[in-house]
């Protein structure tokens, strides 16, 4: 059974870092692309970033040039490293794996990230 599990979220004032990471398990398929998403107060969940198998990445506008997305697919885990953090970035984030050959995205619990002003 897929597992996919974030850690690494927690409260930082504004102006600092963090850095989220996202495991995944118990598939028979190989993992394909993965991402993260996160979900504000009130708000729909929003796309942040996207890295495919080959290590192509995309970004939300709003994270460009702040956050990066990278894996480690020996591990198949990915990492979100978030910099210059402001408040509106506070959210639930989410880490999602789709796997070679299914059409099903698996998602995980979520972390917390606050970003204090």
């Known amino acids: 059974q897929e597992h996919v599990v974030e850690s690494g979220g927690g409260l930082v004032q504004a102006g600092g870092s963090l850095r989220l990471s996202c495991a995944a398990s118990?598939?028979?398929?190989?993992?394909?692309?993965m991402g993260w998403s996160r979900q504000a107060p009130g708000k729909q969940r929003e796309f942040i970033a996207h890295?495919?198998?080959?290590?192509?990445?995309n970004y939300a506008d709003s994270v460009t040039g702040r956050f990066t997305i990278s894996r480690d697919n020996d591990k198949n885990t990915v990492y979100l490293q978030m910099n210059n953090l402001k408040p509106e970035d506070t959210g639930v984030y989410y880490c999602?794996?789709?796997?070679?050959?299914?059409?099903?995205?698996?998602w995980g619990q979520g972390t917390q990230v606050t970003v204090s002003s």
């Open positions: 890295i495919s198998n080959t290590g192509i990445t």
């Open positions: 118990g598939s028979r398929f190989s993992v394909n692309a």
């Open positions: 999602n794996v789709d796997y070679i050959g299914t059409s099903r995205s698996y």
